[in-house]
């Protein structure tokens, strides 16, 4: 909470998307605290990564010799580069706010979930990082409850907030500690 | 925590929950191992049938020379030494049984129940008593027959159950007893015995219950126990107000089972394989269909005499949930740990006006649940008047006269009425037939997902239960203006999810839901039930 780096919910007024029909909360936009930009390149070498596997892996029926193989190939190449193209925007959508007493959570453009977890419904929080993150300094904080759809994971953090984020988790979760 | 434990104590009914290592059945391991060992007998009977009754009635049996190992036993005269290694294995089944029991203990404190057993491999098992999320007594039929159960403890968690298998029913009943009493915080002996005494319960129940006499009467005795206790009924009647109890009626429990899914599953199967064979005449097609019928029959047959003794009722501590015909199970859920419940409708009940009730816990027992199902199912088919009193019993906070009215509705309404927000009409292309059905009410205490035309559906979650809650939307929802939301519980058959809401009714939905839950488990004190409310809530958590 030292460096929130607060930004406009919506950073660019998205045009093909008619505003009214979006989900949005009443939340006012300095509280979203978003992931380090940083974050971008490891969600793109993630996908490049997955999506030249697929794609390769794809060019199995041209070898084989059938005359419509290049079909897969192309089809599956071009969905992984729009995914790709447009992480930087998936990657600004993600947000968290740590309101009174839960959190509150928000990724995903096309596919929009909020989620609200009140801090005495934490089990544990865990910090892992991948190869990648961890060249760029970030790790990821994930929030587990009872639930299991619960499902919040905050990815691109740096290292040091993510810790500091887990204690004061820890710390307020303490003090509003519910049952089941 | 010593002045505490004896306290609670002397309000207790048998003496295992002194905190000291009990022993369990002496025929634990017979019952545990006894159908490997029933096993062996049976084949070594099969195998040397002939044989021995050869040896009784000479020229009786068509006897046939087929053992070579018999036949080298016999020929070489190793009879003795044979029979010398089989007294040697019993010996050492024996032995092995009885260090089995030897080192299978548990011990009650007023904090957690514990359990060690294993001779070579220990295992030990604690649970906390004030995360007991159900108490089960589980008489199989074997262990039934000589007046043992299983008292298992079922804490949060996937199979996390601490299982004490086997006591004598009696001290099953008592021990559960006592463990509520501990769980639940109470302190039943405020009025007298300030003292604490540990005498106050002198061995109330001791290994042996039948008072010294001869032995014929002391044997008669005990089959008059023994008889007692399989003809008793599983709900002490002491117990339970006699209008919360809810009983089987069995000609809508076979029913609901012929209109059921595998029922139909099973005529549609059958009338295939007869036409199969009246068009092609190859009668051999039967063999195919064989072990898939005979999979659904026992389903189904299993289903009816499980369910047949199914009875719920209302208990001091709890709901107790009992059902099943030889092998028994009778199981207490305290307050608090029904964590959303589900009452549903298939389209061929619709016209009888049958519902089924699930929930979702926080533990799973290893044992099955009526019907066959997993133990969530709690009640298999019941009438209208069957759904509100085991709704009552289930959430009584929740469901009381004045939201009834609205349970009702849900079950059965549609549209706008009683405080249900239906779908705005855009949503049809999402939900042809259910539009107006699918909605979503709060109470104070609850919140209501109504879905299904077809298979109508009702989710009740009490606020304090929720986990965390959820506002969704994908692209089809975002060109209709709609949003879907998720109430999230602990895992189970039941998802509190809700799809096609008008966009801003779920996220007014979400907010509401989300500030009640937190105010609503902080009130919360279930996890000690009977605690008074003066008393220090947070007081149990600081013991070790």
């Known amino acids: ?180 | 925590m010593s002045d505490e434990l004896s306290r609670a104590k002397a309000a207790t009914a048998t003496d295992f929950t002194d905190g000291e290592w009990h022993r369990l059945h002496r025929a634990t391991p017979l019952f545990r191992g006894g159908l490997t060992l029933l096993i062996i007998v049976g084949v070594i009977v099969a195998n040397f049938r002939e044989r021995l009754i050869e040896a009784f009635i000479p020229g009786g049996g068509e006897f046939t020379p087929e053992d070579p190992l018999f036949e080298y036993i016999i020929a070489e005269n190793l009879i003795l030494q044979a029979a010398a290694a089989l007294l040697g294995l019993l010996l050492l089944i024996i032995a092995g049984f009885w260090l089995s029991w030897r080192f299978h203990a548990f011990r009650i404190t007023d904090q957690v129940v514990e359990v060690r057993s294993g001779i070579l491999f220990r295992t030990n098992r604690k649970g906390r008593l004030d995360r007991i999320q159900g108490i089960n007594i589980v008489r199989p039929f074997i262990p039934r027959l000589f007046g043992a159960a299983k008292l298992e403890i079922s804490v949060a968690g996937n199979d996390a159950n601490v299982p004490l298998q086997y006591l004598t029913g009696a001290q099953a009943d008592a021990l559960r007893r006592d463990i509520l009493l501990l769980a639940s915080g109470a302190r039943r002996d405020a009025a007298g015995s300030g003292a604490p005494s540990a005498e106050a319960a002198p061995g109330a129940v001791d290994s042996v219950e039948v008072p010294p006499g001869t032995s014929l009467t002391l044997a008669s005795g005990v089959i008059d126990k023994r008889v007692g206790e399989f003809l008793a009924p599983e709900l002490d009647p002491s117990l339970v107000e006699p209008e919360t109890v809810v009983h089987m009626n069995p000609g809508r429990l076979i029913g609901s089972t012929v209109l059921g899914g595998p029922a139909i599953v099973f005529v549609l199967l059958t009338a295939g394989l007869i036409t199969g064979i009246a068009m092609t005449g190859e009668v051999a097609l039967v063999v195919g269909f064989i072990p898939a019928m005979l999979g659904i029959g026992g389903f189904l047959v299993s289903r009816i005499t499980r369910s047949l003794r199914y009875s719920i009722a209302a208990t001091p501590d709890g709901v107790r949930v009992g059902f099943g015909l030889l092998s028994t199970s009778n199981e207490t859920l305290p307050p608090g740990r029904i964590h959303s419940v589900k009452v549903s409708q298939p389209l061929l009940w619709r016209p009888f006006g049958w519902w089924q009730i699930a929930v979702n816990r926080a533990s799973r027992s290893s044992a099955q649940g009526a019907g066959g199902q997993a133990q969530t199912t709690i009640l298999p088919v019941g009438n209208a008047d069957d759904v509100r009193t085991v709704l009552r019993l289930l959430l009584p906070a929740g469901v009381t006269d004045d939201s009834m009215p609205m349970i009702d509705l849900g079950l059965t309404g549609s549209g706008d009425e009683g405080g249900f927000v239906p779908s705005p009409r855009r949503a049809r292309p999402l939900r042809w037939f259910s539009v107006k059905r699918n909605a979503t009410a709060l109470t104070p205490e609850l919140v209501m997902l109504r879905a299904g035309a077809v298979w109508r559906s009702l989710t009740l979650v009490p606020y304090p239960r929720i986990q965390s809650a959820a506002v969704t939307q994908g692209p089809i929802e975002r060109a209709l203006r709609l949003g879907s939301i998720q109430v999230h519980t602990v895992a189970g058959p039941i998802v509190a999810n809700l799809g096609a809401l008008d966009r801003e009714h779920a996220v007014s939905f979400f907010e509401h839901v989300s500030g009640r839950a937190i105010a609503a488990a902080e009130r919360d004190t279930s996890h000690r039930w009977g605690e008074t409310p003066a008393e220090e809530p947070s007081a149990p958590e600081s013991a070790p």
């Open chain 1, 1 to 180: 909470m030292t460096d929130p780096t607060p930004v406009s919910e919506t950073p660019t007024p998205a045009p093909e998307t008619p505003t009214p029909a979006r989900i949005e909360l009443p939340v006012e936009p300095g509280e979203w605290q978003r992931v380090s930009p940083k974050y971008i390149v490891v969600d793109i070498v993630g996908w490049l990564i997955f999506g030249g596997i697929m794609t390769v892996a794809s060019f199995t029926p041209v070898w084989i010799g059938w005359s419509f193989g290049w079909i897969l190939p192309v089809v599956l190449g071009t969905i992984f580069l729009l995914v790709i193209a447009f992480t930087p925007r998936r990657v600004r959508a993600i947000g968290y706010a740590l309101r009174d007493d839960d959190l509150l959570f928000r990724r995903g453009i096309l596919f929009q979930r909020f989620v609200a977890v009140p801090y005495g419904r934490m089990q544990l929080v865990d910090i892992s990082r991948g190869p990648v993150a961890r060249m760029l300094g970030l790790a990821e904080l994930k929030f587990v409850t009872a639930a299991a759809s619960s499902g919040v994971l905050i990815p691109g953090l740096p290292l040091e907030r993510a810790e500091q984020l887990r204690d004061h988790l820890v710390a307020v979760a303490e003090t509003r500690r519910a049952g089941l």
